[in-house]
């Protein structure tokens, strides 16, 4: 088995290719199409999801492959490792001319992630962790903030996530802030500047497996929306949400979430 430091330097070259490619498209009038579920795909998510493919395959020919532009194949399950890959994440902020848009790869051995890259190409932005190696930002350590609790925290999180009902302990009485990209939101969470996220909608494995290995790396504790463990590539590869932060931190958020 290949050592992880292999592993992510590949995933962070492969991540710098995606990025020149999406400058090439930025603010440029990309043509865009809207995909079954309503959401939208631009021409730049299409390239650089076949770039990455055939870059990433053809250095590891025996590594599954999962992405949010290319049609499921379960021979991905039978594969030791796994390629987990959203070649835009914030495909509407991209669209809308926003730089916070990221490119989001990871791998997954054994249903965990081992190596993982956010990279925010228009804000040269380049956060990258590997099991047992540690979190960076452009090369520099980083880590998850020591808040403990609620009051006072800074948490991302989009509007509808603080509705009473997904708090049956009572609203936390955090501070809510929102960026575009939950593989950013949990970057930036892994960095310190904010101290958690979460989201309780159904999240696609693309989104967050990069950013649940650089916030484990950075200190901090990832599980899903109800406190369970995220076991990546799954044959339906969806979390039932997002919950990140402190240690601590989590653990309150974590008893306001189920009541207890």
Request: hydrophobic share 45%.
């Amino acid at each position: 088995m290949r050592a992880p430091e292999a592993d992510l330097a590949l995933l962070m070259e492969a991540a710098q290719t995606a990025g020149e490619i999406a400058r090439r498209h930025f603010r440029r009038d990309p043509e865009i199409w809207t995909k079954s579920d309503e959401s939208p795909v631009t021409e730049a998510d299409i390239a650089i999801d076949r770039v990455l493919r055939a870059d990433l395959l053809g250095a590891r020919p025996d590594y599954g492959w999962l992405s949010e532009e290319t049609e499921d194949d379960a021979a991905r399950l039978n594969a030791d490792r796994v390629f987990i890959v959203d070649p835009i994440d914030g495909t509407r902020a991209f669209i809308d001319g926003q730089t916070s848009f990221a490119h989001a790869l990871a791998i997954a051995e054994a249903g965990e992630v081992v190596a993982g890259v956010v990279y925010l190409p228009m804000k040269d932005r380049l956060y990258a962790a590997g099991r047992g190696m540690g979190a960076t930002l452009n090369g520099a350590p980083i880590r998850a903030s020591a808040t403990r609790e609620e009051r006072g925290a800074q948490v991302l999180a989009t509007k509808p996530n603080m509705h009473p009902n997904h708090w049956p302990g009572g609203a936390p009485e955090f501070e809510r802030v929102y960026r575009p990209s939950l593989a950013y939101r949990m970057a930036l969470v892994a960095e310190g500047r904010f101290d958690g996220m979460v989201t309780f909608r159904d999240t696609w494995e693309w989104d967050i497996a990069a950013g649940a290995v650089l916030i484990a790396e950075a200190g901090g504790a990832v599980t899903d929306g109800t406190g369970d463990t995220i076991w990546f590539n799954a044959s339906t590869p969806r979390a039932k949400g997002v919950m990140a932060a402190p240690g601590p931190l989590h653990a309150a958020l974590l008893k306001r979430r189920l009541g207890t």
